[in-house]
């Protein structure tokens, strides 16, 4: 140890070889340590006054129950090492089992202190007895069985139960028919050295399980936690079934009496079920690791899968136990292929996080399940992947660190780059909403002319035409100061109406409807007068209901238009205008005149008709009904529309 601390000191500044030199000055330090505690023990057994030494361990097969005492055993035959495993020496044999274990015990009165008896385990259950004296029994020494094959045990020995010379020490091993029976290593001597070496056989066999399953179980929480708030992250929630099934699987055995209401080959049952999911969901959860599904593959063995846990929850006792030997060697296979094949789909992945997952599953995972893999299948020797489970806990928790903050960082990508689109669309709907406004204030514009020229066209077109037929019907008389001064009040009466109209939409309906007719009547009664054409009007007293001012003003313009092309087009003698209102809410404006008529389809098509457009588009807008039907002597133009009373 001297010499690495030396050449630790001369490449001091080699940061890995120091961390290099470090861990093998530890493994150094812990051999050197195991060494010096084994070697007192023998020491001491030699050099002290007391003495305590194992000479012969002797086994032979329980015949019968005995009515006086002990079970009578049979033929006696040598072990040559502990532990032991007495399926080699009778294969067949399913019976309880005996060790003897004869041993040296020398020690002055005066001298005499406690001694400690170790078994590291026995397979399934037992009973001790020391000098024909019960020491220890399972607790359940009938199906179902305590389970001591994974659970060393130290018992302390007083003097007083001892013999000077020879001692004896029995150990009847009760078997279970699925498991490999018999007995661990034995040792006797002193407690201070015995408690030593019971710590570490205990903490290899148990401790470190249980540290094993509380480093995987923070993990697989923390996993499913990812994802319940990430449900798109399949690889955590696979990974967190898996380690729950391995944890299930491990903790089978710390178990030392029988669970709930399960025998042994229930519990066996079981526990191959478990394996055999979590070899498979191990799988499952690398693939989606590195975010790859294989449709076929994965329900071809999700069947097997299937068909193997029914028959192993089928299948009589007899023939359960090669059953569960090659379920085991199966789900074992199947996850070192795994192990193999995953670096190939990793480098596909192109993906740091799953190449270094990868990494593990070559390096640590395949090294370590070809040794405990054996031994699981064996029942016996010592599990190296509890040792390992903090280092590999700790490697895939970095491993996960950098998935999710791949993640972040990608989802931080898309946010910026959803925030710069959002910003592009937004200047160009702005540039857009900008446009649009403008094309909207071009088009109200050309409506207000549209709508100015049509207000032109009916109304101060109509004053023309009434004046230029007043004019030509006083032929060569010439009209006086009063005509033409009355004449040019009607023009700019109705040149202010047409502006007062388009200014202010407002102003309030006439009371009546015979105030809103008023002007229109008094202006073509008088023309129409002056051309012998008898202009007849019917209209009711008062609204049945509201009408708005846009409505009246657009009925008043449609009727200025209508007796303008009587009087322009239709030669008639005879007119006739209706307004009614019906209890239900409608509003008819009838107008008729017996003139020549005129081809209604053919104006339509031939589009000269400016009247007629300018009729329809103002109804369409106050959205009325227009109906326009002509005949040599009679001409009716319909109007309706459905207001609310």
């Keep these: 140890m001297s010499i690495l601390f030396y050449f630790a000191q001369q490449h001091g500044k080699s940061i890995l070889l120091q961390c290099f030199l470090t861990l093998c000055l530890l493994i150094s330090t812990v051999c050197f340590s195991a060494q010096v505690e084994d070697e007192p023990i023998k020491m001491q057994s030699q050099n002290r006054v007391c003495v305590a030494e194992i000479r012969t361990v002797q086994i032979a097969k329980e015949i019968r129950p005995s009515a006086i005492g002990l079970p009578i055993q049979g033929k006696w035959s040598e072990v040559k090492s502990l532990p032991d495993q007495w399926q080699e020496r009778w294969p067949d044999y399913q019976g309880n089992v005996w060790y003897r274990i004869k041993w040296n015990y020398q020690c002055p009165k005066e001298q005499q202190n406690s001694l400690s008896l170790m078994i590291a385990s026995i397979s399934m259950a037992g009973q001790i007895f020391v000098n024909e004296n019960l020491l220890w029994q399972s607790k359940s020494l009938t199906n179902p069985l305590s389970m001591h094959w994974n659970m060393p045990r130290q018992w302390i020995i007083l003097p007083a139960g001892l013999k000077q010379g020879e001692n004896e020490i029995l150990i009847r091993v009760i078997p279970d028919q699925l498991i490999n029976s018999g007995i661990g290593e034995v040792l006797i001597g002193e407690t201070s050295k015995i408690e030593p070496i019971y710590k570490r056989i205990w903490f290899e066999k148990r401790g470190s399980q249980i540290y094993s399953i509380i480093f995987e179980l923070v993990l697989a929480i923390l996993t499913l936690l990812i994802w319940i708030f990430r449900p798109t992250e399949k690889a955590f929630i696979w990974y967190s079934i898996c380690t729950f099934f391995w944890i299930i699987y491990i903790g089978k055995n710390l178990l030392v009496e029988p669970f709930l209401f399960l025998d042994n080959i229930s519990i066996e049952r079981i526990h191959n079920i478990v394996f055999l999911l979590f ?94 893999g054996w031994h699981m299948l064996m029942h016996d020797g010592t599990l190296l992947s509890p040792y390992t489970s903090p280092f590999t806990t700790i490697i895939l928790a970095i491993i996960f660190a950098l998935r999710w903050t791949d993640s972040m960082k990608r989802i931080e990508r898309f946010n910026q780059t959803l925030k710069s689109t959002v910003l592009n669309v937004k200047a160009e709907l702005l540039a857009s909403v900008k446009k649009t406004h403008q094309l909207e204030l071009k088009n109200v514009k050309l409506q207000e002319r549209i709508k100015l020229a049509h207000d032109l066209h009916d109304g101060l077109g109509g004053s023309l035409l009434h004046s230029m037929s007043l004019v030509e019907r006083k032929e060569e008389k010439l009209l006086n100061k009063d005509q033409v001064l009355s004449m040019l009040k009607h023009l700019r009466d109705d040149l202010r109406q047409i502006v007062d109209t388009s200014a202010s939409l407002n102003t309030q309906c006439p009371e009546t409807p015979v105030i809103w007719l008023a002007p229109i009547r008094h202006r073509f009664n008088q023309l129409f007068d002056e051309l012998d054409i008898n202009l007849h009007w019917s209209l009711p007293e008062k609204w049945l209901f509201e009408v708005n001012i846009p409505d009246c003003f657009a009925y008043q313009r449609v009727l200025e238009e209508a007796l303008t092309n009587i009087v322009k087009h239709s030669y008639a003698t005879q007119v006739y205008i209706k307004l009614q209102f019906d209890m239900d809410g409608m509003l008819t404006l009838y107008i008729e005149d017996n003139g020549i008529g005129f081809d209604t389809v053919a104006v339509e098509k031939a589009g000269l008709s400016v009247g007629m457009r300018s009729i329809r588009s103002r109804m369409q807008k106050i959205q009325a009904k227009c109906k326009i039907s002509s005949e040599s002597g009679k001409t009716v133009l319909y109007i309706m529309k459905k207001y609310t009373k």
Aim: charged letters at 15%; hydrophobic letters at 55%.
């Design 279 to 372: 070899t498979w969901t191990s799988c499952l959860y690398t693939w989606r690791f590195a975010d790859r599904k294989f449709k076929l593959l994965e329900r071809s063995y999700w069947l097997i899968v299937a068909l193997d846990i029914l028959l192993i929850i089928v299948v009589p006792d007899t023939y359960l136990k090669p059953l569960l030997s090659i379920s085991f060697i199966m789900a074992f296979s199947c996850y070192m292929i795994n192990c193999l094949t995953f670096p190939w789909i990793a480098f596909k992945s192109k993906r740091l996080d799953t190449m270094l997952l990868a990494a593990v599953m070559v390096l640590i995972y395949f090294p370590i399940g070809m040794h405990d």
